[in-house]
């Protein structure tokens, strides 16, 4: 076991036979760690932010339909007893909240005008918790408690409809049995969530209004579920999968809902292996020289070393633990000041709002919080090590074929 | 009859340099017994490293042949080679002979270490070595804090810790003064003397000529002379 132990100790000491070097190599290294860290973490708080305000908007954590819902949006595929799901996963582990709705495409009307809208019965007063709908109002107010033909509607459809807080606007859309229903609501407020989708098409009724202009009883088509956090969606719709299995529903996460989800996922993808290819580009460049240096000045030593009968596996060994060890001084000093700074500007935020103009994409806040996540770290640490590795292998595997008689000349 | 460590019959080594071919060793024959204090001495040039180069099992000649306590070098990989070094060979260097990053203990435990002796057992070995060669008190000196004959010391204390069947030394008193030449040859004598190492030593130094119990002196790669003195 303590043979092992002379190659850290003979390259840590090498590494301080030159303290200058040694401290400029790790400077690097650490400024460069640093930088793609802290990097990594505004990517990630910036993707967790996009997906909050995306996956919160509407659609939520995770849906429950009646199976095959989503694929054909048909009033006719409803969840007859919402009541008894809803008993069933409200008091699992990682669920935050959960909401009833009834999603239908229908059409509206005002006096002088149609158009075509999607229409959510919601909760009011459980559906504020859910999603950020209520957030968004413009003018007016969120579906009052108790006025049962309120509406809410999204300014761009308002504008085509011609019509403002306190009109009259009629829904219609097509019941399960297939006949035509309408009623009517009246404007109590306009949502702008600067989400095209949203603000041009959606209106937004009391559930219970909805279930009796459409004559679905107790029935909704939709159940939809927070989760405490955005790592607990997977594994919580797989819980949820297990335990409504056999009832004919559909579990479904936000990414499942919408396709331009998966792009984002694609996206933050790609910029990670850039990320983790850039840590391997600078581990490389930092310290490949620096490595190659101090092993050019130490070929007599490589010569005596192997005379005395250190094999080239030894050689080996040695000089890719130094080079492991330089990469470790310095990427702990990077973690510590990028980890830092991602911890620090987590909590203040990165106010962007100067920059306004990139950030009109929808569903960006101006203000971006870094988030260090253990995931990013651990695969960051890993491009450096690995980087280290073959930084290390070069000079390592040149001092291991070196002839003792030649090297012992130099 | 007396015990044979090196048998080299016939060793050629040529190098190309330029156009010209040097010999630097042109058939040589020589036996060396265990126990013996040579030195190889010769003009510069007549291929006294080369030759300690073969025995070191450093470096192989075209051709010819080579045993060292029975065992056949030129038959050997060059990682039975390095192994073969580690438990039959000693060295001694001109200069730069120890390992700058370590102190004199580590230096001489080193050695001890890649032949698998315990911490315990190695430490003590090389301090009483270091203390063998005169440099009780030196142990945590590093290489930069001693001088060159001290330096010599903890080689020859490193060398002879391995229990070696043989120590090579080349141009070992190069770099000294002639009093720690002197003191250094001296202490190589007592050591054969004492332990029954043998020694080869290559060198033009008239000390150490003048300690030579065999004195073996070449010439353009041959062997001119054998003297037992
Ligand atoms: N690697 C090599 N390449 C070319 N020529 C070499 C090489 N090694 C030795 N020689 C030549 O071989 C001959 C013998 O060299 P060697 O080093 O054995 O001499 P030496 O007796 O040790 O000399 P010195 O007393 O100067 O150390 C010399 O002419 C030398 O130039
Ligand atoms: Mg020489």
Known sequence: MDHLMVYPVLGWRNLWQHPMRTLLTTAALAVGIAALTFLSAMDDGWLQQIKTNFALTVTGHIQIHAEGFEDSQKLALNMKDPDRIMTDISNMAAVQGVTRRIRVSGLASSAGANAGALVYGVEPVAEQQMSRLATFISSGSWLPEGDVRAAVLGDGLANKLNIGIGDKLVLMAAVPGGDIASEVFRVRGLVHSGVMEVDDLIVIVPLGMAQKWLGMGNAVTDIVIRATSFDAVTPLAERLRERLHDRHLEVLRWIDIDPMAEQWADFADAYTWIVLAVVIVVVLAEVLNTMLMSMHERMHEFGLMGALGVTSRQMFAMMVWETMLLVLIGGAAGFLLGGGLALWYGEQGIDLSRFAIAFSFMYMDPVIHPLLRPESVFRILGAALFGAMIAGLIPAWKASRLEPVMALRE | ?229
């Open chain 2, 1 to 229: 009859m007396a015990d044979i460590l090196i048998q080299a019959a016939a060793l050629h080594k040529s190098y190309a340099s330029g156009d010209a071919v040097v010999k630097a060793l042109d058939g040589v024959d020589l036996v060396v017994e265990r126990g013996a204090f040579v030195v190889l001495s010769g003009r510069s040039g007549s291929g006294k490293t080369t030759l300690l180069n073969m025995f070191g099992a450093l470096d192989r000649p075209d051709c010819g042949t080579l045993t060292l306590a029975g065992q056949d070098l030129l038959a050997m990989s060059a990682a039975e080679r390095a192994r073969f070094r580690l438990r039959h060979l000693g060295f001694v260097f001109q200069a730069y002979n120890l390992i700058r990053v370590l102190n004199a203990r580590e230096n001489v435990a080193y050695v001890l270490q890649l032949q698998g002796m315990d911490k315990k057992q190695r430490f003590a070995s090389a301090d009483r070595w270091l203390a063998a060669v005169g440099l009780a008190g030196f142990e945590q000196r590093r290489p930069d804090q001693m001088s060159g004959g001290q330096q010599q010391r903890v080689a020859v204390a490193r060398a002879l810790a391995a229990a070696p069947d043989l120590i090579l030394a080349d141009e070992p008193t190069a770099n000294l003064d002639s009093h720690n030449g002197e003191s250094l040859i001296a202490l190589m004598e007592r050591l054969n003397r004492e332990e029954g190492t043998t020694f080869v030593i290559a060198s033009h130094d008239p000390t150490v000529i003048a300690a030579a119990r065999t004195l073996v002196t070449m010439q353009d790669g041959r062997i001119e002379a054998v003297n037992h003195l």
